[in-house]
């Protein structure tokens, strides 16, 4: 976790809970649950009880993708086609609302209980997703606690300082998002403004490279970087992007903690946190 | 000498438009200041780093695919030879995505345009190959459409093969081609093979002039036919090769210049290498300022443009070759 306390906190914690609720599961529990979309992966993960998941998805185990690729080792992946998660006979499978309608509907028919999750779209969004996999999942009280946790972490973290750095959000292809996003939600309770409001940008749209380097922000972090090449990634390489001499330009911060509404989001604060602190150092 | 003036004086015209051309508003005067001043504020990097470039390589590439449009035409006597239309910019992209997927210009920059410049080659070769020397339209066309469809599969297949998510829906840009976000970067890069390419077409202009009276007449003024050629083959290829580097297959610019100055230079092949450089610029730089200010916000693609204005002209040329032939 290169250097960052939080997430293994996160991961002890998610420990404890586990091994203590194994016994409190309920007979109305679904004891074969199925995760076919990488935020509920994470999500049941944390929250689940020992022997309850039968498999997750094959993105699960990506390191660069999920905050938790290290835990999903220990279980069978899936291709999150109906076919083949049917024949993993679940009792439950859990899917985020932008999977595939044909899968769900499929899996449904046969008489499958499909629960869907919305992608967060902010912070506040966080518990909402944890409470509603502990109800789908039987673990109430495991989820209770984590919100408990993700509440008292996220007031420490997000204290609004005096001065608030001008920051843009830019990925590929031009892409930049505003504050109703989690990842601007995310810019926001590290404590920077979102240049990508002062021109409209609520949600997400295309900011030209000009637009951008003309609102001149403090500070510009870029999207992570894929593998293989493309040449809708080279805008993020661009020497504009550089000659400003008042502008950092911050590496790959948008990493697998800001894709999934889940407590992991935290250490994607903390280290936007950690930039703003090293800004006014002057570094 | 008037039509020289006039083209130059379009070029310059059109450039300093392009310069002005852009998301961001802000008066004329003020962009040209900071381009000239480069004080390092957002404006003068804005102008200095994106819109110099992007409009420096819509003249070069302009200028250069207008040459081997020109070019091509005069030695295969036949107005349907264009680069795009042929293949040869389909290949120049094929070579490049393969530079690029491999990872081949991440270690080497200069691997990108040599590879363009590879498969151009390769597809030059193979049309000249299959028109034979008096390039007959129909074969012409007809292996145009060959090699055109044989680069577009590979270039889908390599970019579907990519691990990057995004690199399927770089097939658009490779095909239509587009100078969103260029930098000096790429200028630098294109520079030297567009140089040595258009050095090589230029020098055709007697040659080309001495076909017109057919083969025997040329070698029997001294035309080198052969030496002819292999320069033809490796300008068009370099000119091609890096254009498409850089900026994707643009199309129809050295179809459509060289037929609309024909008349005005009296039909001179050599004549028309020039004219047709500075047309191209033109006509590039127009089309670059008109994708910017049609659609600000969508990317429209340069290639898309070109076909609008260059596909009907197609139809047209086709047409009347048809009842030459009947």
Known sequence: ?283 | MRLAIGMVLLVAALFVASLLSGQAPVGAGQSLQALVAGDGTPLSVVMREIRLPRALLAAMIGAVLGLSGAAMQGYLRNPLAEPGLIGISGAAALGAVLAIQTGLSLMFPLALPLAALGMAVLAVLLILMLAGPRGASITLILAGIAISALAGALISLALNLSPNPFAAADIVFWMMGSLADRSFTHVWLALPFMAVGAALLASLGRGLDALTLGEDAAQAMGVNLTGLRLRLVLGTAACVGAATAVAGAIGFVGLVVPHLLRPAVGARPSALLWASALGGAAMVLAADIAVRELLPARDLKLGVLMALVGAPLFLHLIYKTRKEMA
């Not at chain 1, 993993?88 to 044909?102: I, N, R, W």
Request: net charge neutral; hydrophobic share 45%.
């Open chain 1, 1 to 283: 976790m290169r250097g960052c306390v939080r997430p293994s906190k996160v991961i002890a914690l998610i420990a404890a809970l586990v091994l203590t609720g194994a016994a409190a599961l309920a007979e109305t529990a679904p004891k074969r649950v199925v995760s076919v979309n990488l935020c509920t992966d994470q999500l049941a993960l944390m929250l689940a009880a020992p022997g309850q998941i039968v498999s997750l998805s094959h993105l699960s185990q990506d390191p660069d993708s999920s905050s938790m690729a290290e835990a999903a080792q220990a279980y069978p992946t899936n291709g999150s086609g109906a076919e083949e998660v049917y024949l993993l006979k679940p009792d439950l499978v859990l899917a985020g609302s932008f999977t595939a309608a044909s899968t769900i509907q499929m899996l449904r028919d046969l008489g499958i209980r499909v629960e869907q999750f919305a992608p967060a779209r902010s912070l506040e969004d966080v518990p909402d997703r944890i409470a509603q996999m502990g109800a789908a999942l039987g673990r109430e009280p495991q989820a209770r606690a984590l919100i408990r946790r993700f509440r008292a972490d996220l007031a420490r973290l997000s204290i609004s300082p005096a001065h608030r750095p001008r920051a843009a959000l830019y990925y590929v292809n031009s892409y930049t998002v505003g504050d109703r996003t989690l990842a601007g939600d995310i810019l926001r309770a590290a404590g920077f403004d979102n240049v990508a409001t002062e021109v409209g940008f609520a949600r997400g749209g295309t900011l030209a490279l000009e637009q951008l380097i003309l609102l001149a922000p403090d500070v510009i972090i870029r999207g992570r970087d894929y593998p293989g090449q493309s040449r809708a990634e080279e805008v993020l390489a661009h020497p504009a992007l550089h000659a400003l001499h008042q502008t950092r330009v911050a590496g790959t911060l948008t990493d697998r903690d800001w894709i999934c509404g889940t407590p992991m989001v935290l250490s994607a604060v903390e280290k936007l946190r950690d930039l703003r602190l090293s800004l006014e150092a002057g570094e």
